[in-house]
């Protein structure tokens, strides 16, 4: 096991004019739930996307599981890349059954049989959808399609989940779900981050926050939230 799943190192991404990340050093550590906080247009997809190798950057270090993406190579680079998951805000099922969605990533990592049949009924029921399998994908709510994709992503058992505002718009009962699964996450092993712009979401998560305004880590300062204040990290 790393000491450090992901590290950051004066890293730049813009778009155009814009300079959408500017991280000097950041890193996550591994086998921990870590939340990135901070409003819209903050950096908190681009930073999803770097460590998951969607994003280009112009400079700078990017080592996940101790591999230097921009220097490691093809084979390397998608082998580091098949042990992370992400599930953006919007999330795309397939117009078939919530049991085959679940068992797609496991298909493509060539998982058959017993052990994938297990995996998929494991994951399920650890967000709620037990008896989901036979459901189509069209018909569920927003919050049972995030709670698919969570079941997607622990499937894979991955050695790290990326989740990018994956309560967005869901109702309470969901919410819970959701957070439930991403514990179970951790509890399997996974290195867990996750973006949101609910401070109060980020704490129920973890201790391990950091906030991101205009692309960069901000400064430290105090959860402004009751008695149980700590710091940003």
């Known amino acids: 096991m790393w000491e450090t799943a992901v590290r950051l190192s004066n890293v730049v991404v813009t778009y155009g004019a814009t300079r959408a990340l500017d991280v000097d050093d950041l890193s996550f550590a591994s086998g921990d739930v870590h939340v ?8 908190k997809t681009t930073l999803l996307r770097v460590i998951a190798g969607l994003c280009g950057y112009g400079s700078g270090l990017v080592r996940v599981l101790d591999k230097d993406l921009a220097n490691a190579s093809l084979a390397t680079r998608r082998g580091v890349l098949r042990r992370v998951t992400l599930c953006m805000q919007s999330q795309y099922l397939f117009d078939t059954t919530v049991q085959r969605n679940v068992e797609y990533g496991l298909r493509a990592h060539g998982i058959e049989g017993e052990e994938r049949d297990r995996r998929v009924r494991e994951a399920l029921d650890a967000v709620g959808l037990g008896d989901f399998h036979a459901r189509r994908a069209k ?72 906030r991101l305004e205009g692309g960069r880590a901000a400064g430290a300062g105090e959860y402004p939230g009751g008695r149980h204040r700590r710091r940003w990290r």
């Open 36 to 43: 990135l906080v901070g409003d819209n247009g903050s950096g």
């Open 139 to 210: 018909s569920l709510s927003g919050g049972e399609t995030q709670r698919v994709a969570i079941a997607r992503a622990m499937a894979l058992e991955p050695d790290i989940a990326l989740l990018d505002e994956p309560t967005a718009s869901v109702d309470q009962t969901s919410r819970a779900l959701v957070e439930r699964g991403i514990e179970r996450l951790r509890d399997a092993g996974s290195t867990v981050i996750v973006a949101t712009h609910q401070v109060e979401q980020a704490y129920r998560l973890s201790a391990r926050v950091v």
